[in-house]
C-alpha cells in the first residue's frame, strides 16, 4: 500500500512511524461513530471512569482520564448539561466538587460502548482474532512501560 504513494522504505520500517499511522485511522473512525451520537471521546472517557470509580472528584477524574483541567470543566459543563453527570460540592471540601455518573449517563456509556466495539472491529478488520488479542498485549506493555508502570 505505502509503496504505491511512493513511502520511503526508511519510513515503513518505524514502528513509532506505523503506531502514529494506525491511531490517526483509530481515532478517525472512533470520532465518526462518536459525532454520529452527539458525543466525544472525552464523553466517553469521563463517563468511564465515572461508572468504574464511583463518586470522584474532578481532578481524580482528569487524573484517571489524562483529560486535561480546562478541557475537563468544559465536558463535565456539557455532560451535566445532559444529565448524564451530576457534579455537587463535596461535603468534606466545599471546595471541590464531586462528580457522579446518573442513570441515564450510564444508559448514554452502555450506548457509546456498543458504538465503540462496532469502531474497533471496524479499524481491527483485517486481523484474526487472535492477532487482535496479540496486539492489544503488546500496545499495552508499551504504554505501561512509557508510563513508567514496569517496576
Do not use: C, K, W
Not at 468511564?48 to 480546562?70: H, K, M, N, V, W
Request: charged residues 30%; hydrophobic residues 35%; proline residues 5%.
Amino acid at each position: 500500500m505505502d509503496t504505491e504513494h511512493g513511502t520511503p522504505q526508511r519510513l515503513r520500517a518505524l514502528s513509532s512511524r506505523l503506531v502514529n499511522q494506525a491511531a490517526l485511522a483509530a481515532n478517525r473512525i472512533v470520532d465518526q461513530e462518536l459525532t454520529g451520537a452527539g458525543a466525544r471521546r472525552y464523553h466517553y472517557a469521563l463517563l468511564a471512569a465515572a461508572e468504574e470509580y464511583g463518586p470522584s472528584s474532578q481532578a481524580d477524574l482528569g487524573r484517571r482520564t489524562g483529560i486535561d483541567r480546562s478541557d475537563m470543566v468544559a465536558t463535565v459543563n456539557d455532560l451535566a448539561e445532559r444529565r448524564l453527570l451530576d457534579r455537587a460540592p463535596d461535603p468534606e471540601d466545599r471546595r471541590r466538587n464531586v462528580i457522579t455518573i446518573t442513570p441515564a449517563g450510564r444508559r448514554e456509556l452502555t450506548h457509546l460502548d456498543g458504538l465503540l466495539a462496532a469502531a474497533q472491529d471496524e479499524f481491527l478488520a483485517p486481523l484474526p482474532e487472535a492477532d487482535r488479542r496479540n496486539l492489544i498485549d503488546l500496545l499495552t506493555r508499551l504504554v505501561d512501560h512509557h508510563r513508567g508502570d514496569h517496576g
